[in-house]
């Protein structure tokens, strides 16, 4: 079970960035621009962001295994047809179906294992989940690079089909068939309210990069996901079967750990989106040697992240997020000191503090978050903790990119970012860390918050928040 699940995660997580280096071959293969090639990667995210807390709360109404499997297909469909695109807009098509296979993929793989493993075993098995997001966040690039060097874009896609075969059959052979309880309906209303309030704020986030987040049309963007999401709110509010109950987030110790891990994604896609234009423009590194370089923090974290899960299970959840949040911290300010003018050694040194810190916080946030719902919530939470994941790292992207640039224009005295000198860049990143590893602090404290308030409250012969991942809740 662990094993389809586990390849399930890493081809949705591998296909949402493997296309990145074949960018510029596809604006060439179909004599297009690079703003219309982009949508190869956005409609890919946009669409699994989106879908996925429909597709958990479905979970949770008609069965986690019909769903989950289901989307193994459809990935693998959507795979082929991608393969045998004739044009750009075919391939961004296909990138839809892919994305809604993965997005039943991701919000009911963590659902999955958490209901499968024992309290005891269940931060080690979604340590291995997440070891493979951080596979496939590191293979991604690596090889999606080889694939095109040895032969043709089209078998980045190709070679999903053998490996969404032996996974399909593995889910439909191993994964136990749980049978919700009848008499539920699905929220059309909130899924609506909710798919319009994600889809601005991501598109506000993605194309404020360019236009500008004072851009009309950006702004146009946030307002509808503001009243969208206001919408949601009430409309989850009234009805008898919402599609999120919100009397969920009334646990501080489920509240914390959605924040903390929001903020720990926001900060670590920044520095992989701004660490390739200091180690490009300051040390002047190849893109293979950049790959090798910034392969410290997945390959770190995917070392770490069984081992933290095993710890969580022993001694509970909140003293190793909280460890994690502290690591992750340091990283950032070592990276805010030592960048501007250091050799790549530095940013290997950082990126393995990163990636130690990233590694010991992820799986046991994500045990603390699965093991204090419901069993009957599972689906839907796991949807939002692939949610929350997703926007921390778009919004990471776009708020310590704009903050770079903007920084390293004045380092620069004018111009753009790109064409600014090696000072300037590397001044800039320090600038963007400096608020990464702030905002880091502030989660940490939130945590230790949360560890003392848990401890204080504790009664004996009770659980508590702050262990209360090691018992699944009633």
Avoid: C
Avoid at 87 to 94: F, S
Avoid at 258 to 285: K, N
Wanted: hydrophobic content about 55%.
């Amino acid at each position: 079970m662990l094993v389809a699940i586990a390849m399930a995660i890493f081809l949705g997580t591998i296909d949402g960035s493997i296309v990145n280096v074949a960018l510029p071959t596809l604006v060439d293969e179909f004599d297009t621009t690079f703003a219309v090639s982009q949508w190869v990667v956005l409609a890919y995210l946009l669409t699994q962001a989106t879908l996925t807390l429909g597709f958990g709360r479905l979970g949770d109404m008609m069965g986690k295994k019909p769903i989950f499997t289901t989307g193994f297909v459809v990935f693998t469909v959507g795979s082929v047809l991608a393969g045998l695109s004739p044009t750009i807009g075919w391939l961004i098509a296909a990138r839809v179906v892919q994305a809604v296979g993965a997005a039943m993929i991701f919000a009911l793989g963590f659902a999955i294992t958490t209901e499968a493993f024992p309290p005891t075993e269940r931060g080690r098995a979604l340590g291995i989940n997440g070891t493979m997001v951080s596979l496939g966040i590191m293979a991604g690039p690596i090889v999606g690079g080889l694939i095109i060097e040895a032969t043709d874009w089209r078998w980045i896609f190709f070679v999903n089909l053998p490996i969404g075969i032996i996974g399909t059959i593995t889910a439909v052979r191993f994964i136990p068939n749980t049978k919700p309880a009848g008499g539920q309906h699905f929220d059309f209303a909130g899924a609506a309210a909710f798919f319009l309030a994600l889809l601005g704020f991501m598109l506000g986030l993605t194309l404020g990069q360019e236009a500008g987040f004072t851009d009309r049309g950006v702004l146009g963007l946030f307002a509808v996901s503001v009243v969208s999401f206001v919408a949601f709110v009430m409309i989850e509010r009234r009805v008898d079967q919402p599609m999120l109950d919100l009397t969920l987030f009334a646990r501080a110790d489920l509240t914390v750990n959605l924040v903390t891990g929001f903020v720990a994604f926001f900060a670590i896609s920044g520095l992989l989106l701004l660490a390739p234009f200091y180690l490009t423009d300051v040390v002047e590194l190849s893109p293979s040697k950049i790959g090798l370089a910034l392969g410290a923090i997945p390959i770190t974290m995917g070392m770490i992240a069984p081992l933290s899960g095993a710890l969580s299970d022993r001694i509970g959840t909140r003293s190793v997020t909280v460890t994690g949040l502290a690591i992750m911290t340091s990283g950032y300010v070592l990276a805010a000191i030592v960048l501007d003018g250091v050799a790549v050694l530095g940013i290997i040194v950082v990126g393995l503090i990163v990636g130690l810190g990233m590694g010991i916080f992820q799986s046991p946030n994500n045990s603390a978050i699965l093991g204090s719902v419901p069993p009957e919530r599972l689906g839907v939470t796991s949807g939002v903790l692939a949610i929350n994941r997703m926007t921390g790292m778009l919004a990471g992207i776009a708020v310590l990119g704009t903050l770079w640039a903007a920084r390293t224009v004045a380092y620069a005295g004018g111009g753009t970012a790109a064409n600014a000198s090696a000072g300037a860049q590397a001044a800039g990143l320090s600038d963007a860390m400096v608020l990464a590893a702030l905002l880091l602090a502030a989660a940490m404290a939130l945590g230790v918050w949360a560890w003392r308030s848990e401890r204080r409250n504790a009664r004996p012969g009770v659980a508590t928040a702050g262990r209360s991942d090691r018992s699944p809740a009633p």
